[in-house]
């Protein structure tokens, strides 16, 4: 009787913890969604190459960087960009030419340079 009374609670622990990882798996699903959709380049920043940026005067180097990784790695990204985007504006640039986004289990890094190129 006894045994099989521990029997039952285990099985109900079992579907509980599944139905508990199922559950996580979802909500970071739906948040890694709802985050990883990338806002706009600052208005008034051009993304460029460097042949874009030949007569432009260089205003300085941009990094920037977001603690995320892996799972979070696509919504990391965007505001890794998104901060070196606004970093360039805040420098009076008008293109940016981004020399590196990478994610790694260090976190994620986002690298330009700022130009104020005539209209």
Do not use: W
Request: charged share 15%; proline share 3%.
């Amino acid at each position: 009787m006894v045994l099989r009374v521990l029997n039952t609670l285990l099985e109900g622990l079992m579907i509980f913890r599944v139905l508990l990882a199922i559950l996580l798996i979802q909500i970071l699903t739906l948040l890694g969604c709802a985050s990883g959709t990338a806002r706009q380049v600052s208005p008034g920043i051009t993304v460029a190459n460097e042949k874009m940026v030949a007569n432009c005067a260089f205003k300085s180097d941009v990094f920037s960087s977001s603690p995320f990784y892996g799972l979070f790695s696509g919504p990391a990204i965007n505001s890794a960009r998104q901060a070196a985007f606004d970093s360039a504006k805040s420098l009076g640039a008008t293109h940016f030419v981004i020399e590196k986004i990478q994610a790694s289990r260090d976190g994620t890094v986002a690298n330009g340079k700022a130009y104020l190129c005539p209209n």
